[in-house]
T-cell receptor, first 115, second 114 residues
Framework: AQSVAQPEDQVNVAEGNPLTVKCTYS??????LFWYVQYPNRGLQFLLK??????LVKGSYGFEAEFNKSQTSFHLKKPSALVSDSALYFC?????????????FGSGTRLSIRP | NAGVTQTPKFRVLKTGQSMTLLCAQD?????MYWYRQDPGMGLRLIHY???????AKGEVPDGYNVSRLKKQNFLLGLESAAPSQTSVYFC?????????????FGPGTRLTVL
């Protein structure tokens, strides 16, 4: 079965420092991986996705994610954190056993950036 | 474009009452989804639709029904609400042109069942 795991419920980073939000996946076949962000009282917004090609994927708001096949990971990164990056982040994988573009979400990681 | 909109934004029900949540999208997307979000559990798929007139069960369909009579609308119904259905409900849509498309989410409906 397709799944993703986000091992950290919360990540705390000082403003200006690099940040990493971890995600590991388990899929059969090639993975289609996504990161979404949820700001307070809002719906999810797409950040970036990996389908194929370069292992480093660049997305919105200066975020990037590194696909690592050997470690089955897709960690979200940003070189310099902003207070406005504080939000809930979800890793997700496309369920290729479904014809309906279903996405399976991780449990989420709350990112808190302190000034 | 308004994108994906949901009504109502908030609702409080008593156990046993019924209600319908409305999702509308103006992007001409074929695929639409209903999720529920609970603390520590991410988003779980309730029902989805791959086109007008079609619906299918997701991960947690029990206690919910859906209808997609028009392409732009996807309705989620609770026939007899239970406290376990207290949650935040999100609708999403996707063009799914090549199975790698992202999903576009509405702002959510916060439902409390007393």
């Amino acid at each position: 079965a397709q799944s993703v795991a986000q091992p950290e419920d919360q990540v705390n980073v000082a403003e200006g420092n690099p940040l990493t939000v971890k995600c590991t996946y388990s899929v059969s076949g090639n993975p289609y991986l996504f990161w979404y962000v949820q700001y307070p009282n809002r719906g999810l917004q797409f950040l970036l996705k990996y389908i194929t090609g370069d292992n480093l994927v660049k997305g919105s708001y200066g975020f990037e994610a590194e696909f690592n096949k050997s470690q089955t990971s897709f960690h979200l990164k940003k070189p310099s954190a902003l207070v406005s990056d504080s939000a809930l982040y979800f890793c997700a994988v496309r369920d290729i056993t479904s014809s309906a573009s279903k996405i399976i979400f991780g449990s989420g990681t709350r990112l808190s950036i302190r000034p | 474009n308004a994108g994906v909109t949901q009504t109502p934004k908030f609702r409080v029900l008593k156990t046993g009452q019924s209600m319908t949540l409305l999702c509308a999208q103006d992007m001409n997307h074929e695929y639409m989804y209903w999720y529920r979000q609970d603390p520590g559990m991410g988003l779980r798929l309730i029902h989805y639709s791959v086109g007008e007139g079609t619906t299918a069960k997701g991960e947690v369909p029990d206690g919910y029904n859906v209808s997609r009579l028009k392409k732009q609308n996807f309705l989620l119904g609770l026939e007899s609400a239970a406290p376990s259905q207290t949650s935040v409900y999100f609708c999403a849509s996707s063009p799914d042109r090549d199975h790698t498309d992202t999903q576009y989410f509405g702002p959510g409906t916060r439902l409390t069942v007393l």
